[in-house]
């Protein structure tokens, strides 16, 4: 696959959406346009709503670039649109996306290939905190969302029953989890390969949330991460959840590193961040990619990924 296959192309960029992560994912539409801009690419942003694909077909777009975050655009939704429409897209396929956005079907592929991850149990609609997985404190999290919104760390149990309810606003179904003391360290894959593990410190705040991950100097970063002999192996367990997922051309991996050394996979991000605080641009920065090479290597990897198959034989797409 060459360099710049898509030069001559419309270049959808699709911005926003219809999750809770809407003004993220604009950041990075923002980022990736004016790249691709400098790079000389006709690109346009596509703010996507519910007629996005009337927008696609109006502005002849050829090849999309999926800057989109959470819900519908991260989970399978947009990425089967545009398989139906036949319009080459970026970032991992329908399958991939739904399996790495439920964070209960994450764990079950994890731990079919062998890849540590914090003990957990499904809590559905209706279901309290009865039945914990392990011993308090516990993580609970909505089973299908990103950007740490409705995630908790709980410590008491008088806690547990409001940390379920938060979850529950953005998600019916609960994950509660083992909470894993440690490090978090957060690994880049591109096209086959783990680019970079880096060491990711809230200041000030115990868990990553959406403020402390999207304001300006809430966080310190640690790259490479000072995992001594680690390293290489925290590179090759983030590989290895991102084939398990089936995470496609590029993914952001995060872990728990335990003082012991025991790493665990909190789970793989399919359309990681690409704006100006965005950890998956830094790990390539570090490893040699700058983001203009970065986004265009990305749009390179745009495929359609099904196949269209007709009785009497033969397949189109």
Known sequence: MG??????????VLSGGLSSEREISERSARSVTAALRALGYDACEIAVDRDVALQLRAQRIDVAFNALHGR????GCIQGLLEVMG????????????LAMDKWLTKQLLLAARVPTPAATLMGPGRTGSTLPCPLPVVVKPRGEGSSNGVSIVRASAALEGALALARRYDPDVVVEEYIPGREVTVAVLDGQALAAMEVVPLGDELHT???????GREHFVLPAPLGDLYPR???????????LYAGSYSRVDLRVRDDGA???LECNTLPGLHELGWFPAMARHAGVEFNELIERLLDLAAVNVSETRLGGGTVG
């Open 3 to 12: 360099r710049g296959r898509f030069r001559g192309s419309k270049v959808g």
């Open 234 to 244: 925290a590179l090759e367990v983030a590989l290895a959840t991102h084939q398990a």
């Open 210 to 216: 959406y403020d402390v991950k999207y304001t300006p």
């Open 72 to 75: 519908y655009g991260e989970d």
């Open 87 to 98: 319009i080459p897209y970026t970032g991992a396929g329908v399958l991939g996306s739904a």
């Open 263 to 265: 790493l665990f996979v």
